[in-house]
């Protein structure tokens, strides 16, 4: 059973932190693993990845760290300094394949069901 199941999201002021956590199952553990959050009314956008090293979104950089557990095949993105715009509901994603860019939606082969982060 492929499945990646997200949790950690919540509401918090801003300035606060969130830790999100990505399990995987199955084949939805890979190489490349990222996160990405959509907004309302916006498209979906990249924001973190792993790969052996790391890749962040200019929005997110310095203030979230991807990280990655490979026994507990879990992936993490520690959320601090967040602002109100940081607002969106988030998914982790896996993809089979390195090739291509990291931030490119339509490469990822599993998702997540999304967490919700709320910052006001």
């Known amino acids: 059973h492929v499945q990646l199941v997200e949790s950690g999201g919540g509401s918090v002021q801003a300035g606060g932190s969130l830790r999100l956590s990505c399990t995987a199952s199955g084949y939805a553990y890979s190489n490349l693993m990222g996160w990405f959050r959509q907004a309302p009314g916006k498209e979906r956008e990249a924001i973190a990845a792993f790969s052996g090293i790391t890749f962040y979104a200019d929005s997110v950089k310095g203030r979230f760290t991807i990280s990655r557990d490979n026994a507990k095949k879990t992936v993490y993105l520690q959320m601090n300094s967040l602002r109100p715009e940081d607002t969106a509901m988030y998914y982790c994603?896996?993809?089979?394949?390195?090739?291509?860019?990291?931030?490119?939606?339509?490469?990822?082969?599993?998702w997540g069901q999304g967490t919700q982060v709320t910052v006001s």
């Open positions: 994603a896996s993809r089979l394949t390195a090739s291509g860019s990291w931030t490119q939606v339509g490469a990822y082969n599993y």
